[in-house]
């Protein structure tokens, strides 16, 4: 087994004022030779936006990208015609492929709203962009690890160009799960959304990420109540 451990205040981050994020690796005007990536995954941004604020019209390309949302309400627009508004319990993912303009607005004037957004690298490059999102309310287990990405259009949850397995656990202190490898080769970046919890030996807080190679599989323990995210990719070098 092969770990790297990347502490909640290790990361980069960027105060806009009307935006601040944190960054696990290196993004913007934050770069860490270090912290380029861990295998397929590129960026983990967590992100605040105040209020009736957000990123205007700005393309990408050639890029799978998942927002998922923590509070408040994200309204998207893009070049394909899509204006939809994603809450806590929703998944978005985006092809970028061949290229794909969009906006992002904190929908609130009054409250900030903050999420995830993650970048992985995909496995096919220019194909058609793709917009989803999904509800994941009825996929919640409690105690145990439940799927919201996969390859699979056809598998639970929204799917990616890439052979990427994304998972959440919401875990009571006390409670713990295992989790197997879906794909030999790939590795796992867990990264604690809140509490505590310790992976294979490790203890980790709130915020923090922690990256497993050459491993069949994890096992979680919540130190305190606690969500985790698990994202299992290929170990690709760009």
Same mark, same amino acid.
């Given at each position: 087994?092969?770990?790297?451990?990347?502490?909640?205040?290790?990361?980069?981050?960027?105060?806009?004022?009307?935006?601040?994020?944190?960054?696990?690796?290196?993004?913007?005007?934050?770069?860490?030779?270090?912290?380029?990536?861990?295998?397929?995954?590129?960026?983990?941004?967590?992100?605040?936006?105040?209020?009736?604020?957000?990123?205007?019209?700005?393309?990408?390309?050639?890029?799978?990208?998942?927002?998922?949302?923590?509070?408040?309400?994200?309204?998207?627009?893009?070049?394909?015609?899509?204006?939809?508004?994603?809450?806590?319990?929703?998944?978005?993912?985006?092809?970028?492929?061949?290229?794909?303009?969009?906006?992002?607005?904190?929908?609130?004037?009054?409250?900030?709203?903050?999420?995830?957004?993650?970048?992985?690298?995909?496995?096919?490059?220019?194909?058609?962009?793709?917009?989803?999102?999904?509800?994941?309310?009825?996929?919640?287990?409690?105690?145990?690890?439940?799927?919201?990405?996969?390859?699979?259009?056809?598998?639970?949850? /929204?799917? %990616?160009?890439?052979? =990427?397995?994304?998972?959440?656990?919401? #875990?009571?202190?006390?409670?713990?799960?295992?989790? $197997? *490898?879906?794909?030999?080769?790939?590795?796992?970046?867990?990264?604690?959304?809140?509490?505590? /919890?310790? %992976?294979?030996?490790? =203890?980790?807080?709130?915020?923090?990420? #922690?990256?497993?190679?050459?491993?069949?599989?994890? $096992? *979680?323990?919540?130190?305190?109540?606690?969500?985790?995210?698990?994202?299992?990719?290929?170990?690709?070098?760009?």
């Amino acid at each position: 087994m092969k770990t790297v451990l990347h502490k909640a205040d290790t990361r980069g981050y960027a105060n806009h004022g009307w935006l601040l994020s944190r960054h696990t690796f290196s993004f913007a005007n934050y770069f860490d030779p270090t912290r380029m990536q861990f295998g397929a995954l590129r960026v983990l941004n967590d992100d605040q936006v105040a209020g009736g604020q957000g990123f205007g019209s700005h393309p990408h390309q050639n890029m799978e990208i998942i927002s998922i949302p923590l509070e408040g309400d994200l309204e998207h627009k893009d070049s394909m015609g899509n204006v939809t508004v994603i809450k806590e319990g929703d998944v978005q993912v985006m092809s970028a492929g061949t290229g794909i303009i969009h906006s992002e607005y904190n929908k609130n004037k009054d409250k900030e709203v903050k999420f995830f957004q993650i970048w992985v690298f995909p496995n096919q490059e220019d194909v058609k962009p793709r917009y989803d999102q999904i509800s994941i309310a009825d996929l919640k287990k409690k105690n145990q690890f439940y799927q919201i990405l996969s390859p699979n259009p056809d598998d639970q949850g /929204v799917w %990616i160009h890439q052979d =990427a397995w994304f998972h959440l656990g919401d #875990f009571e202190a006390g409670k713990q799960d295992t989790y $197997t *490898i879906k794909k030999a080769g790939n590795g796992v970046y867990a990264f604690v959304i809140e509490g505590d /919890v310790t %992976i294979n030996g490790q =203890a980790l807080n709130r915020r923090d990420g #922690f990256g497993l190679t050459d491993i069949e599989q994890l $096992t *979680i323990t919540a130190d305190s109540d606690a969500r985790v995210l698990l994202m299992e990719v290929p170990m690709i070098e760009e």
